[in-house]
């Protein structure tokens, strides 16, 4: 590990030399790859540095630790505690930065959130993570812009997609995938009695045209007329698109545009973010081990938190995470949840580095 170290820190010296070069300006493309690079690695540089500068002292504590005065040696011997600590705090640190990236952590994301069991109440919970997943976004001062929404009456979201936009926001979002069940009393449950409702939540990277090849030759574009609440022009103009892939066979639908070009713009996007992710999961399935298969399996089926309102606690069940604060998560304040989970999986990462 330290040998990478130190080979990454030689190359922060390089990059700097570069970026000092009057000549560099010149290439602005050149410069601007430079630059990224170095920033790229800078948090591991700094963070090594600290670690050696940690080393120095300890090596100089521990030669105290000889010294004649008693004092002098009892300093030495209570400053080596500390030091040591955070001696073992950087290495993990360190361990943790040298893990390979996420080359999809800095993109943007397509959320998809879903009516699962339990009705009308799934449905109103359904519009309740959209809202905390929204406010949670305005916090980080992501932009949320939804593709495609079906309401119900009672003003619950049956099926919504959307895309957030935002630095490092898939970093973030990525462990959100799979069923969050809810436990509470709904508001039309006269007699008090706790109903469990489920929804499903889908985070995908969003796709770029570098990222995966849609062939027009495979797609079936249909049009027709819109349906449900928006105006008058939703029953005479065919806005509405349908598109199907036909070698994966994945059908995208979008209506909520008057322009028939925007709704498939919208469709597409989509289409490319699902293919997207389709063509990682194959990936995946083909190099990793069975550790790192469990860690990024994001299978939707799989339960993986509860949101119980009388109790006022969420608990994520991958990680034994029990926060007793459900109302404000509820309100976006989900960093605290996202942090464990963060650390969580990066310590398994670890392990099956070890391995």
Same mark, same amino acid.
């Given at each position: 590990?330290?040998?990478?170290?130190?080979?990454?820190?030689?190359?922060?010296?390089?990059?700097?030399?570069?970026?000092?070069?009057?000549?560099?300006?010149?290439?602005?493309?050149?410069?601007?790859?430079?630059?990224?690079?170095?920033?790229?690695?800078?948090?591991?540089?700094?963070?090594?540095?600290?670690?050696?500068?940690?080393?120095?002292?300890?090596? #100089?504590?521990?030669?105290?630790?000889?010294? &004649? $005065?008693?004092?002098?040696? *009892?300093?030495? @011997?209570?400053?080596?505690? %500390?030091?040591?600590?955070?001696?073992?705090?950087?290495?993990?640190?360190?361990?943790?930065?040298?893990?390979?990236?996420?080359?999809?952590?800095?993109?943007?994301?397509?959320?998809?959130?879903?009516?699962?069991?339990?009705?009308?109440?799934?449905?109103?919970?359904?519009?309740?993570?959209?809202?905390?997943?929204?406010?949670?976004?305005?916090?980080?001062?992501?932009?949320?812009?939804?593709?495609?929404?079906?309401?119900?009456?009672?003003?619950?979201?049956?099926?919504?997609?959307?895309?957030?936009?935002?630095?490092?926001?898939?970093?973030?979002?990525?462990?959100?995938?799979?069923?969050?069940?809810?436990?509470?009393?709904?508001?039309?449950?006269?007699?008090?009695?706790?109903?469990?409702?489920?929804?499903?939540?889908?985070?995908?990277?969003?796709? #770029?045209?570098?990222?995966?090849?849609?062939? &027009? $030759?495979?797609?079936?574009? *249909?049009?027709? @007329?819109?349906?449900?609440? %928006?105006?008058?022009?939703?029953?005479?103009?065919?806005?509405?698109?349908?598109?199907?892939?036909?070698?994966?066979?994945?059908?995208?639908?979008?209506?909520?545009?008057?322009?028939?070009?925007?709704?498939?713009?919208?469709?597409?996007?989509?289409?490319?973010?699902?293919?997207?992710?389709?063509?990682?999961?194959?990936?995946?399935?083909?190099?990793?081990?069975?550790?790192?298969?469990?860690?990024?399996?994001?299978?939707?089926?799989?339960?993986?938190?509860?949101?119980?309102?009388?109790?006022?606690?969420?608990?994520?069940?991958?990680?034994?995470?029990?926060?007793?604060?459900?109302?404000?998560?509820?309100?976006?304040?989900?960093?605290?949840?996202?942090?464990?989970?963060?650390?969580?999986?990066?310590?398994?990462?670890?392990?099956?580095?070890?391995?």
């Amino acid at each position: 590990m330290f040998q990478k170290l130190a080979e990454v820190e030689a190359r922060f010296v390089d990059l700097e030399n570069m970026l000092a070069d009057p000549a560099m300006m010149g290439d602005r493309k050149h410069y601007t790859e430079i630059a990224k690079e170095r920033a790229a690695i800078l948090d591991i540089v700094e963070t090594y540095r600290l670690y050696k500068a940690i080393m120095t002292e300890i090596e #100089e504590s521990e030669e105290l630790l000889g010294d &004649e $005065d008693n004092d002098i040696r *009892d300093l030495a @011997r209570e400053e080596l505690i %500390g030091l040591r600590q955070r001696n073992e705090e950087l290495v993990g640190r360190l361990k943790s930065l040298l893990l390979p990236k996420d080359p999809r952590d800095e993109k943007n994301v397509i959320l998809e959130i879903r009516q699962g069991t339990g009705g009308d109440e799934a449905a109103l919970f359904a519009g309740d993570l959209f809202r905390m997943y929204s406010r949670y976004a305005e916090a980080k001062n992501w932009k949320v812009e939804i593709l495609s929404i079906h309401e119900t009456e009672l003003g619950g979201i049956k099926e919504l997609v959307a895309v957030v936009s935002g630095k490092m926001v898939y970093s973030h979002l990525k462990y959100e995938s799979g069923v969050h069940r809810v436990q509470r009393v709904p508001e039309t449950e006269t007699q008090g009695r706790i109903h469990t409702s489920a929804v499903t939540v889908a985070i995908l990277p969003e796709a #770029e045209d570098v990222d995966v090849e849609v062939r &027009e $030759d495979d797609l079936k574009i *249909d049009t027709y @007329r819109a349906s449900g609440a %928006g105006g008058q022009h939703v029953n005479t103009t065919d806005s509405a698109i349908r598109i199907t892939h036909l070698p994966t066979n994945l059908v995208i639908t979008c209506q909520d545009e008057r322009s028939q070009h925007k709704n498939k713009a919208k469709a597409m996007k989509i289409l490319r973010s699902k293919l997207f992710e389709l063509q990682v999961e194959e990936q995946q399935r083909e190099e990793r081990d069975s550790r790192r298969a469990q860690i990024g399996s994001g299978d939707r089926s799989e339960r993986i938190r509860t949101y119980n309102f009388p109790q006022n606690r969420l608990t994520d069940h991958r990680i034994g995470l029990t926060l007793y604060k459900l109302e404000l998560i509820m309100e976006g304040n989900l960093d605290e949840t996202f942090d464990a989970l963060r650390t969580y999986f990066q310590a398994e990462a670890m392990k099956g580095g070890n391995n």
